[in-house]
């Protein structure tokens, strides 16, 4: 019984030391990185945006636990996955980021401010506040996508 719990955590340690820790390059931790980031906005977004489209039914109590999710994630500081010189590699990044990062950053700020009130609106419960703060959060991914984010990768 120890052996084996012994074993299990050994087997583990392997596991997280190993190449088997799925979506970062080790080559590219900081694309990694960013691209986690997003990843996570993404799959946090998309669920609300079915509700909000109707494709899934209204729930105001769930509805808020991912602006919240949102909100949390969107916070973490993912400035440090664009630091110089990792405009290349695996990325969608496009390189006019660096050139103007304090556009860059205005954007981010910007979504950051959205994504809190979405999360204050959706603690309060109305699905039309919701919905709306919902779309206007969505503006400010566009925004900063229209500029910045190549719809392939770039490299
Ligand atoms: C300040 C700019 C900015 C904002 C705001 C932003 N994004 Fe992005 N997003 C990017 C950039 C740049 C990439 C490409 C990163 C890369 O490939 O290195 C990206 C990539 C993504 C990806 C692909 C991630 C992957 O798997 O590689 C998704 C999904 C995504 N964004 C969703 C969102 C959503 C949803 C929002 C808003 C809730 C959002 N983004 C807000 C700039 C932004």
């Not at 769930?62 to 695996?90: C, I, M, Y």
């Not at 954007?107 to 703060?133: M, N, V």
């Not at 566009?142 to 190549?150: F, I, N, P, Q, R």
Request: charged share 20%; proline share 3%; with cysteine.
């Amino acid at each position: 019984m120890e052996r084996n719990t012994l074993l299990s955590i050994g087997l583990g340690l392997t596991l997280l030391s190993g190449s088997s820790l799925a979506h970062i390059e080790q080559s590219e931790p900081l694309q990694s990185l960013r691209q986690s980031y997003f990843a996570l906005l993404g799959m946090t977004f998309a669920p609300m945006g079915d509700m909000v489209k109707g494709k899934i039914e209204w729930d105001s109590a769930r509805f808020s636990t991912w602006a919240s999710d949102l909100n949390h994630a969107a916070q973490f500081g993912v400035e440090r996955g664009f630091a110089p010189g990792t405009d290349k590699g695996t990325t969608r990044a496009k390189p006019n980021i660096w050139s103007n990062m304090d556009d860059f950053q205005t954007k981010l700020t910007d979504f950051r401010a959205a994504a809190a009130q979405l999360a204050e609106t959706a603690a309060a419960g109305d699905p039309d506040a919701s919905r709306d703060q919902f779309m206007a959060t969505g503006g400010t991914c566009k925004a900063c996508h229209d500029e910045y984010k190549s719809k392939d990768y770039l490299y």
